[in-house]
């Protein structure tokens, strides 16, 4: 449900609605905007249904909320969600970008790689400690010791980390190690992970799955956020299709969809979407003018010696490049890298 509040709303009205909607055991969440203010409430909507609402002072009128997601969606918060990590905000005007290896292989490689996207522009380090493979005969990643690592290369460079939890029992060791923690696009219903979740102090990026819709993506956003954690950022990786000559089918699409649906930021990832080096720089300009509000890029000084994906991962070299271009498309798009 939607309380739409009066334009010359006051303050002590405003707390006096929060009260009384606390007071009915529902949790109100005020979002002050430019044009109106709003509180949006989660819980039993009978009980609201039942509350003469429309005569309390202050408010304008109330409203259901139409989406199965609620808290998620552009209904219940129209201004847009930034999430600040390490002193950078995500979902504001500058297009943060992510990089590192796929995975987490040794402390030398992590920090040579941490420092060399660093110098070339990258906001934070990615890297798997806790890998999901298709295959239990390949490198499942070095797991506490990877977060070790990844620690370690934060001190060195000052870099906020990126890691990729899989299992609901070592949530609160990611949350201790790094500051966003990954979902990958496996475990996008993996309900019981996604509660515990919502206790985790990090934001959480959340990867679309190979076949959820986008109802279904924000369904599991909610469920993040109505277990508590209000910092989610969304992360388009492809999806799967009829199509074989990319890993996935890149649905650049959806950046515009979600930007219109949700108020949370929106990433990509084109490495893990087009599965091969040369096609990574092309989409992840088509992604910052489609409005992504960041990119996860796999980069590697020497790509080839990459235990996991190393042909999707680019070069420092090219990393170089593709942040120089990704420049002058968001200055198009009035926003900054
Ligand atoms: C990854 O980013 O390392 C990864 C495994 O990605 P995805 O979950 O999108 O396949
Ligand atoms: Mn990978």
Request: net charge neutral; aromatic share 4%; hydrophobic share 40%.
């Amino acid at each position: 449900m939607i309380i739409v509040l009066k334009p010359n709303v006051k303050k002590e009205e405003i707390d006096h609605i929060m009260e009384k909607i606390t007071a009915l055991g529902l949790k109100p969440y005020l979002s002050a905007g430019e044009q109106a203010s709003i509180i949006g409430v989660i819980g039993d909507e009978t009980i609201l249904r039942e509350q003469p609402l429309e005569a309390i002072s202050g408010v304008e009128r109330v409203m259901p909320v139409l989406k199965p997601y609620k808290m998620a969606s552009r209904e219940f918060k129209a201004k847009k969600t930034e999430i600040t990590v390490r002193g950078n905000t995500i979902g504001g005007t500058n297009v943060v970008v992510i990089a590192g290896p796929c995975t987490v292989e040794n402390e030398e490689d992590t920090i040579r790689i941490a420092r060399g996207v660093k110098e070339r522009g990258a906001t934070f380090l990615r890297g798997g400690a806790f890998k999901p493979r298709t295959s239990p005969y390949s490198f499942q990643g070095l797991g506490k010791k990877g977060l070790e690592i990844l620690a370690a290369a934060r001190e060195e460079t000052g870099l906020g980390i990126c890691t990729e939890v899989m299992d609901v029992r070592n949530v609160a060791l990611v949350d201790e190690y790094t500051d966003i923690i990954q979902v990958g696009a496996r475990n996008i219903q993996n309900f019981d992970l996604l509660k515990e979740l919502g206790k985790a102090s990090k934001p959480i990026l959340l990867k679309r799955g190979f076949s959820t819709t986008i109802e279904e993506y924000l369904m599991s956003v909610e469920y993040i956020l109505s277990h508590g954690n209000e910092n989610v950022m969304l992360c388009l990786r492809g999806i799967r299709t009829f199509e074989q000559a990319t890993r996935n089918t890149f649905d650049v699409g959806s950046i515009p969809v979600l930007n219109g649906l949700t108020h949370l930021p929106v990433l990509v990832d084109p490495s893990h979407a087009m599965g091969k080096r040369e096609l990574v720089a092309p989409m992840s300009l088509a992604s910052v003018a489609a409005g992504a509000d960041g990119l996860i890029i796999e980069a590697h000084y020497d790509p080839e010696i990459a235990k996991v994906d190393g042909g999707q991962t680019i070069s420092l070299e090219a990393f170089a490049d593709l942040m120089t271009q990704m420049r002058r498309i968001a200055e198009c798009v009035g926003r900054t890298l």
